[in-house]
């Protein structure tokens, strides 16, 4: 349970809430760092090789263009040139000639450039003429004119004529079968088209082989970078690479047709794999680097565990600072905290001291107010509650037996109609109807209706007194009168402005009730046609009425009616309600303001 209350303390939910947060956004924070660092380390490696790939380019081109102008040398040779017009007869002395001189010419470029496998010259007429450095050989136009001509190879080389056309894939031991087991060999072969000096028409192919592991040399990196490279054709197939299995076999990836260079990365088994690529001038082939993303990766690691180490040190200071600084943020919360505590059971005024200078405080200085102002309301109520006691005492002091009162007055009424005096009688049924309207409901509210009924009958009784001295005129929508209003208090009132107005058997006092609705009040004006009042006097009864003070009375008048019936008002609706004097040109105007109910 003590465990609980703790987790409860907002206190602890704040450094708990802290430090989750910070571990979110570490972690996202740090893959996102982990993804941008090798992003940014992959992009790198890019451009790196690239740039190697470049190079390599210029070093394979470098290669071609040396083969390209060996070729051209030879091509003019006089013995490949007899070759090419001599019939291709072995027992033709033109043509044993030339061809033990062409195999002498082979022999002299293999010595002289030590990078050239073999030279080997094919036309469909004479075969296969050539060799290398240790073994020359004759492959007749039989042999050959089977499988070469036809292949893809060989019609690739004839449209490229007269240029030169590099292909792979082709081993020692398909230009010279008794090159076999170890001495035979994968090769790269760079062949052209030739022709006689004196015929411009293509008379057949002269081939310069290089060995695939020499051509291989020219791009191969340090093995601690990690990573193959290799070289692929236009059909994706692999004719170098710097490990010499994979020879031969198709390219995990193959760049879109016409792309120039770029990279890809995909899943291969358990590990991500980056294929960097860069097409060869001239050829159509992609030199291709494999980079394992692990060894990107394993950097990072290295790195990330060094800032985890860090990240978690600055996470425990920041949780021993945190900790005490929100200690000292949240005591005045705690201190309010136990103050409401208190409040609630019962101490009302109750205030806290020490008010920080930020929102808090603002929270603070609101619940002081509010304690102050609920104790004063509190106060208030209490003595509103002993002012309607006091009235009720009133009331009860004053209450009379009805059924006595309505006896008595029944046996005056009779005794008055035996002797013909209906004037009495008139003013004893008024009386009586009065009476029966005060003792008939205990309610305290009633309908607008009834409360003017009630005062036509005071009139009629006043109005015997005076000799129909006082005129009574009601101003009103008929919906208004519907309407709840405080029973007795217009009574007051129409007393007040009766005795104001000077009321005499020679004078008559109008008495005017006018009704009106005003923003959801109900306002009630009791005019006359009195002497009025002068604006001094006029200004004081408001004052005392709006401070609720008794009102002195005028002439006949009782001005504690009239404080009565403000003080009424203001109990049951609250103090925008109540009694004001409102200024005419002739008499008094008297306006009651109670919400329309």
Not at 369 to 397: F, H, P, T, W, Y
Not at 568 to 593: D, K, N, P, Q
């Amino acid at each position: 349970m003590k465990l609980k209350g703790k987790l409860q303390s907002l206190g602890t939910q704040l450094v708990i809430s802290f430090m989750l947060i910070s571990l979110i956004v570490f972690a996202a924070s740090s893959y996102a760092l982990y993804s941008f660092v090798l992003g940014l380390i992959k992009e790198q490696n890019e451009r790196t090789l690239h740039q190697q790939f470049q190079q390599l380019d210029h070093n394979i081109q470098s290669l071609v263009s040396d083969v390209d102008r060996l070729s051209n040398l030879l091509k003019m040779d006089e013995s490949l040139q007899d070759l090419l017009t001599s019939r291709a007869d072995p027992s033709e002395y033109d043509y044993l000639k030339a061809k033990n001189d062409f195999h002498a010419v082979i022999e002299t470029y293999l010595f002289n450039y030590t990078y050239l496998s073999s030279i080997y010259f094919f036309s469909e007429e004479t075969g296969l003429i050539g060799g290398s450095a240790a073994t020359t050989l004759v492959n007749t136009a039989e042999d050959w004119n089977e499988s070469f001509p036809v292949s893809d190879t060989y019609r690739e080389t004839q449209r490229a004529f007269p240029y030169m056309r590099v292909w792979g894939l082709w081993s020692k031991s398909d230009y010279n079968p008794y090159m076999t087991g170890e001495l035979d060999g994968d090769l790269i072969s760079l062949a052209r088209g030739v022709n006689a000096v004196s015929n411009p028409r293509l008379k057949g192919l002269l081939i310069f082989n290089v060995e695939e592991r020499y051509f291989s040399s020219i791009y191969a990196t340090d093995p601690s970078e990690g990573g193959d490279t290799f070289i692929v054709d236009a059909e994706g197939r692999i004719v170098s690479a710097d490990q010499p299995g994979r020879v031969g076999l198709s390219s995990p990836y193959m760049p879109s047709e016409g792309t120039l260079y770029g990279s890809h990365d995909e899943r291969r088994g358990a590990s991500q794999v980056q294929y960097v690529y860069y097409r060869l001038q001239n050829s159509g082939w992609y030199i291709m680097k494999e980079v394992p993303l692990s060894q990107y990766s394993d950097q990072i690691n290295r790195a990330q565990r060094l800032l985890s180490i860090v990240f978690l040190l600055s996470i425990l200071v920041m949780f021993t600072l945190s900790y005490f600084w929100l200690r000292k943020m949240m005591k005045p919360l705690h201190v309010l905290s136990q103050t409401m505590k208190n409040m609630s059971n019962g101490e009302f005024g109750v205030t806290v001291t020490e008010v920080p200078d930020n929102e808090l405080g603002t929270v603070i200085r609101r619940f002081n107010e509010m304690s102050l102002g609920l104790a004063a309301q509190i106060e208030r109520n209490n003595e509103m509650q002993e002012q309607k006691r006091v009235l009720e005492i009133e009331a009860l002091q004053y209450q009379i037996n009805p059924h006595f009162l309505y006896n008595t007055l029944n046996m005056i009424r009779w005794m008055a109609s035996i002797i013909k005096a209906d004037n009495i009688v008139g003013s004893i049924v008024a009386l009586g109807t009065i009476l029966r309207a005060t003792f008939a409901s205990q309610s305290r509210m009633c309908a607008l209706r009834d409360e003017i009924h009630y005062l036509e009958n005071y009139v009629k009784i006043i109005n015997w007194r005076f000799n129909n001295g006082v005129a009574f005129e009601v101003k009103a929508e008929e919906d208004l009168l519907g309407c709840q209003v405080p029973r007795f208090i217009l009574q007051p009132l129409v007393e007040n402005a009766i005795a104001s107005g000077s009321a005499t058997e020679d004078h008559i006092v109008v008495i005017t009730i006018g009704v009106t609705r005003e923003a959801g009040d109900l306002l009630i004006s009791v005019n006359d046609t009195g002497a009025g009042l002068d604006p001094d006097r006029l200004e004081e009864l408001n004052r005392r009425l709006e401070r609720g003070e008794e009102t002195p009375s005028g002439g006949a008048g009782s001005g504690i009616g009239l404080h009565n019936v403000n003080k009424r008002i203001r109990l049951y609706f609250g103090e925008r309600y109540g009694l004001r004097f409102v200024r005419r040109e002739t008499g008094a105007s008297v306006v009651v303001r109670i919400p329309e109910m």
